[in-house]
């Protein structure tokens, strides 16, 4: 477990900026912190590697600090839209770990809104020194959200489809690819460009059928001991089902229910 005895340093103090987020914030943060076992045999390494990098990011106050003045611009310009669960929380953090713990050449990602959750994936590849990220998205503009094939609305929006990614730090660019478009059928024509990929992270439309298809798109392509990565595991059967058909574990954070779930292929024969 990572204790929050993080050594104080100059100013801008990580100890105060802490204990000095929301609640809500530090419950997810704990519970983050217990997860490091579990990622550690996840991913087969050590507990003391998960926990540094852990570390370094919450630690580290420039990443932060980049994402608000982002937040800052859109909020000039009348725009934001909604990104529940997004900005600093520890779903995201872990994220960032898995990442960097992988250290991949390629991560495909479909669903991107204002970007939070590219973001740390783009910081990881960053401080990793290797890997581009290639985004999927399609832009809802709508207020109230789309509701999906499931009949379950999703509320997350942006004002245009301009602002997909408009949190993503001008620095960490570099190493984003995004086409706007469905996943269905573009993920499988990006794939077949790719060749084998690193890491697959779904955060599109989140119902069953598209679930289980962006699952099966991706597994085969994913290198051994690659990870797939998927948000709103919970909101219906797909990923449970997904990884008992595979034959691998998973591994759920954030929120009572699990809402993030990850699963690696194994590094023999799947």
Same mark, same amino acid.
């Given at each position: 477990?990572? $204790? ?35 990622? @550690? ?10 926990? $540094? ?8 106050? @420039? ?6 003045? *982002?937040? @800052? ?7 934001? $839209? ?8 520890? *779903? ?19 669903? #991107? ?37 499931? $009949? #379950?609305?999703?509320?997350? &929006? ?34 077949? *460009? ?53 034959? @691998? ?9 699990? &809402? ?11």
């Amino acid at each position: 477990m990572i $204790g929050l005895g993080i050594a104080r340093r100059a100013a801008p103090d990580p100890l105060y900026q802490l204990t000095h987020r929301p609640a809500s914030y530090l419950r997810e943060l704990w519970g983050a912190n217990r997860s490091v076992g579990s990622l @550690a045999r996840l991913l087969g390494r050590p507990r003391s590697e998960i926990a $540094g990098y852990f570390r370094t990011l919450l630690t580290t106050d @420039a990443f932060y600090s980049r994402i608000a003045e *982002s937040e @800052a611009r859109l909020r000039a310009t009348g725009g934001g $839209g909604t990104s529940p669960g997004g900005r600093a929380d520890s *779903s995201s953090e872990i994220l960032y770990i898995l990442v960097r713990v992988q250290r991949p050449e390629t991560v495909v990602e479909t669903g #991107v809104a204002l970007g939070y959750s590219s973001a740390y994936i783009l910081q990881a590849l960053h401080d990793n020194g290797t890997g581009t990220l290639y985004s999927i998205d399609l832009p809802t503009t709508d207020p109230e959200g789309r509701v999906n094939a499931d $009949g #379950v609305r999703d509320r997350v &929006h942006v004002r245009s489809a301009s602002e997909t990614g408009a949190v993503i730090p001008e620095d960490l660019r570099g190493r984003w690819r995004l086409t706007l478009g469905p996943s269905n059928p573009l993920l499988a024509q990006l794939f077949e *460009s790719l060749g084998p990929i690193d890491v697959f992270f779904h955060d599109s439309e989140h119902s069953y059928e598209n679930m289980l298809w962006e699952y099966r798109q991706a597994w085969p392509r994913l290198r051994p001991g690659g990870l797939l990565l998927s948000d709103d595991v919970q909101w219906n059967r797909s990923f449970p089902e997904f990884s008992a058909s595979v034959g @691998a574990p998973a591994f759920r954070w954030f929120g009572a229910q699990g &809402h993030r779930g990850a699963i690696r292929k194994p590094v023999g024969p799947a």
